[in-house]
């Protein structure tokens, strides 16, 4: 069992930059995938940036390549998402979640989520 706490949520001006991080409970293998899901009022649950614990192989969504970093510190059993530049658009909230294999970038392909951390972008 895996449990996963998000934090670094907040309200940032458009331009400005934040930096979430999710730790985990127990141990992490080098199987397992991780990513950051984000869910604005009204929109589905969408796919931000994953990575694979093992290779560190990450994947981003077209509306944050260039801006947004995903990361992991094995010591630290940690995720990482490093925002710049954020737009009003990325307001939402943010989700880690964790699967013991990696299979993809769709919610389903998940079996562990955190609670959650809001990230609001003021224009």
């Known amino acids: 069992q895996v449990q996963l706490v998000e934090s670094g949520g907040g309200l940032v001006q458009a331009g400005g930059s934040l930096t979430l991080s999710c730790a985990a409970s127990?141990?992490?293998?080098?199987?397992?995938?991780m990513a950051w899901f984000r869910q604005a009022p009204g929109k589905e649950r969408e796919v931000v940036a994953s990575?694979?614990?093992?290779?560190?192989?990450?994947y981003y969504a077209d509306s944050v390549k260039g801006r947004f970093t995903i990361s992991r510190d094995n010591a630290k059993n940690t995720v990482y998402l490093q925002m710049n530049s954020l737009k009003p658009e990325d307001t939402a909230v943010y989700y880690c979640?964790?699967?013991?294999?990696?299979?993809?970038?769709?919610?389903?392909?998940?079996?562990?989520w955190g609670q959650g951390t809001q990230v609001t972008v003021s224009s």
């Open positions: 990575i694979r614990w093992g290779t560190r192989r990450t």
């Open positions: 127990g141990r992490i293998f080098s199987s397992y995938g």
């Open positions: 979640a964790a699967s013991q294999y990696f299979s993809g970038n769709v919610a389903s392909a998940y079996n562990y």
